[in-house]
């Protein structure tokens, strides 16, 4: 119910051991509920379609139903525009199993159920469902949070090559640093980011709704928004070497590289944490698949500079260099951090308001 999903008793018990299971575990209020939110069988076949279109949202128990009354009331919630799933384990559950967006048999049930449905609990158990819906919906914002990683390095990138070639005389990144920076884009990225795993607090936010594109207003601002101030940044970095003494020499070319690689590697951590105002660091001792990618990151970015020569078109750099790097680079990280802080300050300040 947290998790804004309406839960409905449908069940061929009597009127009065289906509103007692409701009222102990907490579907059925007595102070509040009606008539209007309970049902029989009997009566809801009775029902007109506009009449059953008009209450089948309210109904919370519906007794002494039959198989076909099951299957009625996926179909016209379904019509009201719902999502939704049904547990079953006997072969009279088959239509509405099958039905429904979302079968759920029994371990124990028929064969004939098991069939029907899109997933079978082995432990019949209904906590299994809020677990599933919790797999869920942490995997598709894991999703999205590759998505903002993926698609501000593209945005970047494609512009740093457009318009970096116009301002400098040398390209800013050459074809074999591109493929670095696509592997950390892709491959470290996405294993990073699918290791993260599933938080409870998303079983406090409503559904989305089936028609939602993926990506997001707040995913498109960020996207937006942190991949222009990059941009500036980069193209701020390149016009300065351009007109330095050295010019864009291979030293600053690689110092623009690594730069450009570590603004990604800090905000791989903000996109870790992307919808929601924890710390980037929460967590991220039991994250054990984002600790190796970003320690491969950083080992590998360091061997390319360091001993890329040629190929990369690197050359080594000092470590006052490096330091120097990372320090300013990280800055991404801090404004992240505070950002968060400060959403989390107003969350809790609204949240003891009401």
Known sequence: QSAGIGIKIVTGDTPGTATEI????????????????????????????????????????MSRARPTDKQRLVQLLQQKG???AVTGD?????????????????????????????ITLLDDSFNSIGTAVMWGRSLYKNIQRFIVFQLTI?????????LGSVIGTELP????????????????????LASIPPSETVMLENPRRSTDFIISKAMRSNIIGVGSIFL???????????????????????????????????????ARVFGTTDSAFKGLSKSYGMELIVLAILVGQFLIVQFGGAVFRTTPLDW???????????????????VRLVQRIIHKKSRNEK
Do not use: C
């Open 232 to 270: 500036i940044v980069l193209l701020g970095m390149i016009y300065y070497f351009d007109h330095s003494p050295q010019g864009m020499d291979i030293r600053n070319l690689t110092i623009f590289f690594t730069f450009f690689v570590m603004l990604q590697f800090w905000n791989l951590f903000n």
């Open 320 to 338: 006052q260099t490096w330091l120097l790097i990372i320090g300013v680079s990280s800055t991404v990280l801090w404004v992240g951090e505070l």
């Open 154 to 162: 593209n945005f970047v990138a494609l512009l740093i090559v457009l």
């Open 90 to 118: 006997g072969t009279n559950d088959a239509p509405a199993l099958n039905h429904a967006q979302v079968g759920l048999s029994m371990g124990t049930g028929t064969s004939v159920a098991k069939e029907a449905s899109d």
């Open 22 to 61: 409701a009222r102990q575990i907490g579907l059925w209020n007595p102070e509040t509920d009606t008539e209007r939110n309970r049902i029989t069988g009997v009566a809801f076949a009775e029902l007109s379609d506009e009449e059953a279109l008009d209450r089948v949202m309210d109904l919370k128990i």
């Open 82 to 84: 719902a999502v939704v």
């Open 173 to 192: 990144l050459t074809v074999t640093q591109m493929l670095w920076v696509n592997l950390i884009m892709d491959t470290f990225a996405a294993l990073a």
